[in-house]
């Protein structure tokens, strides 16, 4: 059974702002309509979501630049 998120439910998974998570829907990631406590709201799966942002972190030079470091550290510790 895949689980829902709302936006603010999707934004607090991925550590991200609303708005991030609004960007990403108007980039392409799907979105679906639910009905909750009445009103209609807008939700992702979140497999969908975790893979969205597991791309968008892939693709952020930032993110390689950390990701390099903390590798560089780990191999310097395991040498010596």
Do not use: C, F
């Not at 829907?25 to 639910?34: H, I």
């Amino acid at each position: 059974m895949a689980e829902w998120l709302t936006y603010r439910e999707a934004a607090t998974r991925t550590h991200r702002s609303i708005r991030s998570i609004n960007r990403w829907r108007r980039g392409g990631m799907p979105m679906e309509w639910q009905k909750r406590d009445g009103q209609r709201v807008r939700v992702v799966r979140l497999d969908i979501l975790l893979a969205w942002w597991r791309e968008r972190l892939n693709s952020d030079p930032a993110h390689q630049y950390r990701l390099r470091k903390m590798r560089n550290q780990h191999d310097t510790q395991h040498a010596e």
